[in-house]
């Protein structure tokens, strides 16, 4: 038994208050990024930033070049990143993208003894997102826990996702009480080199929305 | 509906055998390989040789390095290539491969439109693998169905893995009258430069055995 925990870390404000949470519920906390070829790369280093603040003990950029299946406006360039909210799943969707991630951080899981991983899906805001559903998550548990040396040693995987009913202004009230400090996190589809956020993609809104119903201020450096 | 099929293609015999059986099935057959930081990289080439002589319609080799992860012999270079058999899960086990590349698979197949996803899994010779077991595999199944759009939208992914109860002698039988030139596969974990086989790790101990038991000839080049 180790108290180690894998957070999936993208950069972003969900995954950012994901891991002050694990840190908060005294998890040693191991952080991997998945440089995907996203259009956001910027993302990355934000999230090297959120891991330095927040006490992670490693964090790993893991490199797979999703670019090369297409199928994204994020990882696609021949396909625009949409400035209006569309119904159903958007085209800033990313094929398997969360199983994928998923599967990465299961495998350095196994190899740390770490128990849980912790991811900062959301399906209230993503509700267009099939791989942010909490029957989704439950799935992948139960494969976890078929797909390892560890599971038929006994030992149990547990996927967390503590934010997965919340809004996003009760994810906000709770990282600000935590201390997350979000003018690092970066959410924004499009964002330039310097991580300013284009204030237009369904991502920022939302973001945008968040911070006024949270009441907080919104520290975010917009282009 | 399309006659689209993902095939895992890793170079070695049994995956081979796969994209043999798919493509007699009539699926238009997109191969993907992984190039995962494997010892055994000239696997590769040989599964380069094997989509173009199968008739492959693509071949995608796509880069993720799991040896920043380790926990394997196949991927950190510390750990040696056992050369006797040992019970239980073996080191040459790569924590969560199974699970990462059918991902992956899944990814594209969505992109792609494609039904169905093949994997050269074998429960019998490698039953030291966890994720090589058919409950593993139904429970991959049941989260492809949960985790794409298509699967939203109700179209149903299905996991084929012809091979999973097949004795190494009846995929050698099976694939050399499909047609598969087995000299081209590699399954050594220690392969050379060459693709020459060592001839004493499981790997090629297993091979061997099938090629006799199957009283077919090995054409197999060792070095």
Chains 1, 2 share one sequence.
Request: proline content about 4%; overall charge negative.
């Amino acid at each position: 038994m180790t108290n180690n925990a894998v957070i999936l870390l993208s950069g972003g404000l969900d995954s950012a208050t994901c891991l002050a949470i694990a840190k908060a519920a005294g998890y040693t906390c191991y952080c991997l990024s998945v440089d995907y070829g996203q259009r956001h790369c910027t993302e990355l280093g934000a999230a090297v930033k959120v891991a330095a603040s927040l006490g992670a003990a490693e964090h790993k950029i893991i490199k797979l070049d999703l670019s090369a299946i297409g199928g994204s406006a994020l990882t696609d360039d021949t396909i625009e990143v949409p400035e209006t909210m569309a119904e159903g799943i958007p085209v800033t969707y990313v094929p398997a993208r969360n199983t994928i991630m998923l599967s990465i951080a299961l495998g350095w899981a196994e190899v740390l003894g770490a128990d849980h991983i912790f991811a900062g899906v959301n399906a209230v805001d993503y509700s267009g997102y099939p791989d942010c559903r909490p029957e989704f998550i439950a799935a992948f548990e139960q494969l976890a826990n078929l797909a390892t040396k560890a599971a038929v040693e006994g030992r149990a995987i547990k996927i967390e996702t503590p934010l997965i009913q919340l809004s996003k202004a009760d994810i906000i009230r709770l990282g600000t009480k935590l201390g997350v400090d979000y003018s690092q996190t970066v959410s924004c589809y499009q964002a330039d080199k310097q991580g300013q956020a284009c204030a237009r993609c369904d991502s920022c809104k939302i973001r945008q929305q968040g911070f006024a119903d949270a009441g907080t201020p919104d520290p975010t450096a917009y282009q």
